[in-house]
């Protein structure tokens, strides 16, 4: 979490910002512990796993809005030509799709953001001056995917798995590597915490192995693709941010 002092409607506030994976920036007066706004309950996708029962409600922050994008729909599939727009579709649909927090399935759910985010161990860099917060962000999908345990004999670790189920890998890909979402797939994002804002949002970053895959020669790509990945971002005084 990142510990900061802003002015919320002429208040000054002791806060402390907790980014998550998920794409939130929840924000806490952190003398008093409260929200600096409000914290809303709100439902979430039912599991259609047997015997699994997620929680029905999951705490969205009103302020500020997602700093990343946040589930999946068909719109989403890669596009960079026609044709891969349709495979990628056609990928698509194999999987359980829906907002965030649609649970993990046996089909295997596409969950945006993914394993890496949003925001990652790397933080946020806060410039007082401004009251700017600056987030290295990914917009990158996993699957999730359960399965039954393998427990047969050829399973040397059989005996270890004390499981309903198990996660079973399955990459966001199609076409040998191509994502399965269009790009960018990263951002440098700045967050007004003054406002509860986002102040601006830009793709950061490039992915050479998607520009240089054999089904895109000749393609036209946008300039930055943007790129996964953990790492931080430190700003200067200046406003300069690395």
């Known amino acids: 979490p990142n510990l900061v002092t802003i002015t919320v409607d002429g208040r000054r506030i002791d806060a402390v910002v907790q980014l998550t994976k998920q794409g939130?920036?929840?924000v806490f007066d952190r003398v008093t512990g409260r929200p600096v706004w409000p914290i809303e309950e709100k439902p979430v996708g039912r599991s259609d796993v047997p015997g699994e029962a997620p929680w029905p409600t999951q705490p969205v922050p009103t302020r500020p809005p997602a700093f990343e994008s946040q589930g999946v729909t068909l719109d989403d599939a890669f596009d960079a030509t026609p044709e891969l727009r349709e495979k990628a579709i056609a990928e698509l649909k194999k999987y359980r799709i829906g907002p965030i927090y649609t649970p993990p399935s046996l089909q295997g759910t596409v969950a945006l953001p993914g394993v890496w985010g949003g925001a990652n161990w790397g933080g946020g860099a806060f410039d007082p001056a401004s009251g700017w917060l600056y987030v290295k962000t990914t917009n990158q999908p996993a699957i999730a995917r359960l399965a039954k345990p393998d427990r047969s004999a050829a399973n040397p670790r059989a005996s270890e798995v004390d499981a309903d189920y198990v996660m079973?890998?399955?990459g966001p890909q199609f076409m040998d590597g191509l994502p399965?979402?269009?790009?960018?797939?990263?951002?440098l994002t700045a967050i007004d915490l003054n406002r509860g804002e986002i102040a601006w949002r830009v793709p950061i970053g490039d992915m050479p192995f998607v520009r240089q895959h054999r089904a895109l020669k000749g393609v036209?790509?946008?300039e930055r693709l943007g790129a996964p990945g953990a790492p931080g971002s430190i700003v200067t005084a200046g406003g300069l941010v690395f």
């Open 168 to 170: 079973s890998a399955v």
């Open 220 to 222: 036209a790509l946008p």
């Open 180 to 187: 399965l979402i269009k790009p960018p797939y990263g951002h």
């Open 24 to 26: 939130w920036a929840f």
